[in-house]
């Protein structure tokens, strides 16, 4: 509502739907408020959409550490080797039948591409240049960074039969 | 039941602080059998909480506790779960495998 004028600003209070003060993002009024005959025909349009109470608290903090959390990201490419040996394939795709893993393990492969180097319950350096992500479900992923990228070698479950053999391929293929 | 072989996908003198972390451990038995728990200790539990914002520690699989990370102190703990053909060492390996209908099952009984 216009309240009054100061020099030639015009101060006052803007009442909206109460629904938009649940987005996460800011927003804008469209054309429809921003023209008006006279401030009658504003405070009309205004006190049409208005539902409940004109005061509402809009969580600026929240929105402002989301942005600023954005703008500190600096997401690293992840790349996936599995592919390229037939028996890390097959342990992965074994691995991911199980929902909860398999959910675990994309969460994972997510922290480590914004940034996080010790997602879950911590990395574990198995061996010179390659490391263990876990989490608490028993995801396991194994991981490399060259080059400033994230290189997903394998991904299994804390029971996996095959583990030690794994080691020995990524072994074999990276140290 | 007797243990025949300890030993980490992650080599144990990778650990930096002994006293705050946890880590996956190989469990060889003597009829062959093998079994894979995670070992960790207290204050690790406290830094997981911290770690990830929240009030209590995540569902998962559960940790077998100990005051700090070394062979002695893991292979005594390990031990302790091999004790009655092993059943904790197992609930500990199968915790997260076990299908719920089971828990219901041994309610009904």
New interface residues.
């Given amino acids: 509502m216009l309240k009054y004028k100061k020099g030639q600003v015009w101060i006052g209070t803007e009442a909206m739907a109460e629904q938009f003060y649940f987005y996460r993002y800011p927003f804008q009024f469209t054309n429809y408020f921003k023209t008006w005959k006279n401030k009658y025909q504003l405070h009309v349009k205004i006190q049409v959409i208005s539902a409940t109470s004109l005061k509402k608290r809009f969580r600026a903090e929240e929105f402002l550490n989301q942005s600023k959390k954005n703008q500190q990201c600096d997401l690293i490419e992840i790349e996936s080797k599995i592919k390229e040996d037939s028996r890390l394939v097959k342990i992965a795709e074994k691995a991911g039948k199980n929902e909860?893993i398999q959910q675990d393990l994309n969460s994972l492969a997510e922290q480590l591409r914004l940034g996080n180097k010790?997602p879950g319950?911590?990395t574990?350096?198995?061996f010179k240049g390659v490391k263990?992500a876990?989490?608490?479900?028993?995801a396991r992923l194994y991981f490399r960074e060259k080059n400033g990228k994230i290189e997903v070698l394998v991904k299994l479950?804390?029971?996996s039969?095959d583990?030690?053999d794994v080691?020995t391929i990524l072994r074999k293929k990276y140290e | 039941m007797l243990i025949k072989k300890i030993s980490f996908p992650s080599p144990l003198e990778y650990t930096e602080d002994i006293y705050d972390d946890n880590l996956d451990v190989f469990v060889e038995l003597e009829n062959g059998s093998e079994y894979t728990v995670i070992v960790g200790t207290p204050k690790n539990l406290l830094t997981l909480m911290n770690r990830h914002e929240m009030d209590f520690l995540e569902p998962g699989c559960p940790f077998i506790i100990v005051k700090k990370l070394t062979m002695e102190v893991i292979k005594k703990a390990i031990h302790a779960h091999t004790q009655d053909d092993a059943y904790w060492l197992k609930l500990h390996y199968f915790s997260g495998s076990i299908e719920s209908d089971m828990f219901d099952r041994l309610q009904e009984d």
């Fill in positions: 909860k010790s319950t911590g574990k350096t198995l263990e876990r989490a608490r479900s028993g479950t804390k029971n039969k583990r030690k080691v």
